[in-house]
């Protein structure tokens, strides 16, 4: 699968957010590093985009979707 740079995702998460997510900061629940989405890894590919820390790989989000519109976790 393809890794391409987290701004990939930028109009997705705003869609699942509502509000640009561009300027958030998420920190990662196994490495505890804070990143913009732009500075973490996105796998657009599979059967959902997920979006891993560049620090660990560990997962940050997965959004897929779901029939009638989109879900987070
Ligand atoms: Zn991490």
């Given at each position: 699968?393809?890794?391409?740079?987290?701004?990939?995702?930028?109009?997705?998460?705003?869609?699942?957010?509502?509000?640009?997510?561009?300027?958030?900061?998420?920190?990662c629940?196994?490495?505890?590093?804070?990143?913009?989405?732009?500075?973490?890894?996105?796998?657009?590919?599979?059967?959902?985009?997920?979006?891993?820390c560049?620090?660990?790989?560990?997962?940050?989000?997965?959004?897929?979707?779901?029939?009638?519109?989109?879900?987070?976790?």
């Amino acid at each position: 699968m393809d890794e391409l740079d987290g701004n990939g995702a930028a109009g997705l998460l705003q869609e699942v957010f509502g509000a640009a997510m561009t300027v958030a900061v998420a920190t990662c629940a196994s490495c505890g590093s804070a990143a913009q989405p732009g500075e973490s890894v996105l796998y657009a590919g599979g059967p959902g985009t997920v979006i891993r820390c560049r620090t660990c790989a560990g997962v940050l989000v997965v959004i897929t979707g779901c029939g009638a519109g989109t879900a987070s976790t």
